[in-house]
């Protein structure tokens, strides 16, 4: 995309393939025409094996939506029908997306051109022990916070101001965006029913405790 930017300002599209790209018929036939026409039988299996994923995903997202304002918190969400693939993806979209692409630790958002993001959907409680996807077991980290969180080096207080550890200070370090994130409040969604579930945040710095108290 970013090289077709240097050669392209814009394109028209044909108005009677505008009129059968508003149809979901017309859609589904227009696509049926393209993988046929310009892909292999392999490669027309791989994208829809994905376009699957990609429909599962934005549903899975729903759910989520809907059960964090329907479910109490504490209550583990995780519909069993979805696949790995359309699990993972759905609940990334649903983090990045209430976090506005922005760490909830330090604050850093940037968004490619392409779409691509700097921040990462991380569970609080983690997946292998909650197996857990609720929108309030979630928060939105940059690769190092998401790290640092992971390690027990950073987490959250009760009153969601970020909290870390003084390893991280230590002399052999070089952190101070890091360390610049201490004590302040974290960036939580605007719907404050989605902000993380305090236990959840309890339980996190009782299995990092040692880090915490270091």
Same mark, same amino acid.
């Given at each position: 995309?970013?090289?077709?930017?240097?050669?392209?300002?814009?394109?028209?599209?044909? $108005?009677?393939?505008?009129?059968?790209?508003?149809? /979901?018929?017309?859609?589904?036939?227009?696509?049926?025409?393209?993988?046929?026409?310009?892909? @292999?039988?392999?490669?027309?299996?791989?994208?829809? $094996?994905?376009?699957?994923?990609?429909?599962?995903?934005?549903?899975?997202?729903?759910?989520?939506? @809907?059960?964090?304002?329907?479910?109490?918190?504490? $209550?583990?969400?995780? /519909?069993?029908?979805?696949?790995?693939?359309?699990?993972?993806?759905?609940?990334?979209?649903? #983090?990045? @997306?209430?976090?506005?692409?922005?760490?909830?630790?330090?604050?850093?958002?940037?968004?490619?051109?392409?779409?691509?993001?700097? %921040?990462?959907?991380?569970?609080? %409680?983690?997946?292998? #022990?909650?197996? =857990?996807?609720? #929108?309030? =077991?979630?928060?939105?980290?940059?690769?190092?916070?998401?790290?640092?969180?992971?390690?027990?080096?950073?987490?959250?207080?009760?009153?969601?101001? %970020? #909290?870390?550890?003084?390893?991280?200070?230590?002399?052999? =370090? @070089?952190?101070?965006?890091?360390?610049?994130?201490?004590?302040?409040?974290?960036?939580? /969604?605007?719907?404050?029913?989605?902000?993380?579930?305090?236990?959840?945040?309890?339980?996190?710095?009782?299995?990092?405790?040692?880090?915490?108290?270091?």
């Amino acid at each position: 995309m970013t090289q077709l930017r240097n050669f392209a300002l814009g394109a028209e599209i044909d $108005e009677e393939l505008y009129l059968h790209m508003t149809n /979901p018929d017309g859609r589904k036939a227009l696509g049926a025409a393209l993988l046929q026409s310009c892909f @292999s039988e392999a490669g027309q299996k791989a994208l829809r $094996e994905q376009s699957g994923i990609h429909g599962e995903a934005f549903q899975y997202s729903l759910v989520l939506e @809907s059960a964090a304002h329907t479910q109490k918190a504490g $209550e583990a969400i995780f /519909p069993e029908k979805y696949k790995a693939a359309a699990r993972n993806q759905g609940f990334r979209r649903s #983090i990045v @997306s209430h976090y506005d692409h922005r760490c909830a630790f330090c604050r850093t958002r940037i968004v490619t051109s392409e779409g691509h993001t700097a %921040v990462d959907a991380a569970h609080i %409680v983690p997946w292998s #022990i909650s197996k =857990n996807d609720d #929108i309030r =077991n979630g928060m939105a980290l940059c690769k190092l916070c998401h790290w640092g969180f992971d390690e027990g080096l950073m987490g959250v207080s009760d009153n969601y101001a %970020v #909290i870390v550890s003084k390893q991280v200070a230590q002399k052999h =370090n @070089s952190a101070d965006a890091v360390l610049d994130c201490a004590n302040k409040k974290m960036h939580g /969604p605007d719907d404050k029913e989605l902000w993380p579930y305090r236990p959840y945040l309890a339980s996190h710095r009782d299995r990092h405790r040692e880090k915490f108290r270091a």
